[in-house]
């Protein structure tokens, strides 16, 4: 069974910091493209971050360049979304995604994790 578990979460005052992480299991991730997408209330999901599986290349929407980070450990197929000076907009859940070719910036993939809920007070 195909799994992508997020943890990390949580509330946050603006200007403050999270980390992400999304563990993967049921199959071999390593070379799937891996990131994450994000869904505020009333609002489509829009993709955040993702990371390749054979260059490790990155890539960002706009409006988290510079404040956010993502990274990845294939030996234990892990990503991490590292998330910095965080302000209300950032207020989202946040999904883990993978697939086997790309992870481009429309909400579609292979697989997705449950979500975990990022709120970032005023």
């Given amino acids: 069974q195909v799994q992508l578990i997020e943890s990390g ?9 999270l980390r992400l992480s999304c563990a993967a299991s049921g ?13 505020a209330p009333g609002k489509e999901r829009e993709f ?26 294939n030996a234990k197929i892990t990503v991490y979304l590292q998330m910095n000076n965080l302000n209300p907009e950032d207020t989202a859940v946040y999904y883990c995604a993978a697939d086997r070719t790309n992870l481009g910036h429309q909400p579609s993939a292979d697989y997705w994790g449950q979500g975990t809920q990022v709120t970032v007070s005023s």
Avoid at 27 to 39: I, K, P, V
Avoid at 51 to 67: F, Q, W
């Fill in 48 to 73: 955040v971050a993702a990371i390749s599986g054979n260059t490790g290349r990155t890539s960002y929407a706009d409006s988290v360049k510079g404040r956010f980070t993502i990274s990845r450990t």
């Fill in 27 to 39: 199959r071999t991730f390593r070379s799937y493209a891996m990131g994450w997408f994000r869904q």
């Fill in 9 to 17: 979460g949580g509330l946050v005052p603006t200007g403050g910091s």
